[in-house]
């Protein structure tokens, strides 16, 4: 928290751990429009929150029933990534997001690769 020239408190968000930044945030935010004034129906979870919690169960390898309870019910952000990775909203967000990539250090190692038995040499079939 910081006190602004107006004596108003100003409440930065704390970024956690897997979580977009501001700066990532600004780019993104033009996929996801604001709500129209006069729309019915109950107003959407904030996107923001909705994508964080997807990053979340994308980092950590949790199932989604384990999501914390910041990012909202885990059914609501589960549907949300549904939604999104159908109309190809998550694929445009992955390639936005890595144009910045710094892949210089990338490292990729045996417990990422899943090989079939053929590949080491095993006969196919399994020799019934």
Same mark, same amino acid.
Request: no cysteine; charged share 35%; glycine share 8%.
């Given at each position: ?34 709500r129209q &004034? ?14 964080n919690g997807?990053?979340?169960? &994308? ?30 909203? #998550?694929?445009? #967000? ?20 899943? &090989?079939?038995? &053929? ?10």
């Amino acid at each position: 928290m910081s006190l602004a020239s107006n004596n108003t408190v100003e409440v930065k968000q704390m970024i956690r751990r897997y979580e977009v930044t501001d700066e990532e945030w600004e780019r993104l935010k033009k996929y996801f429009p604001e709500r129209q &004034a006069g729309t019915l129906g109950r107003p959407r979870k904030d996107s923001r929150d909705m994508l964080n919690g997807i990053f979340w169960i &994308a980092r950590s390898g949790a199932a989604w029933r384990d999501l914390p309870e910041r990012y909202g019910p885990w059914q609501t952000v589960y549907k949300r990534f549904a939604e999104w990775q159908k109309s190809g909203l #998550i694929e445009r #967000i992955f390639h936005e997001l890595g144009e910045d990539a710094d892949l210089e250090d990338i490292s990729i190692d045996s417990t990422y690769i899943k &090989a079939h038995k &053929a590949s080491a040499g095993a006969e196919r079939g399994g020799g019934r």
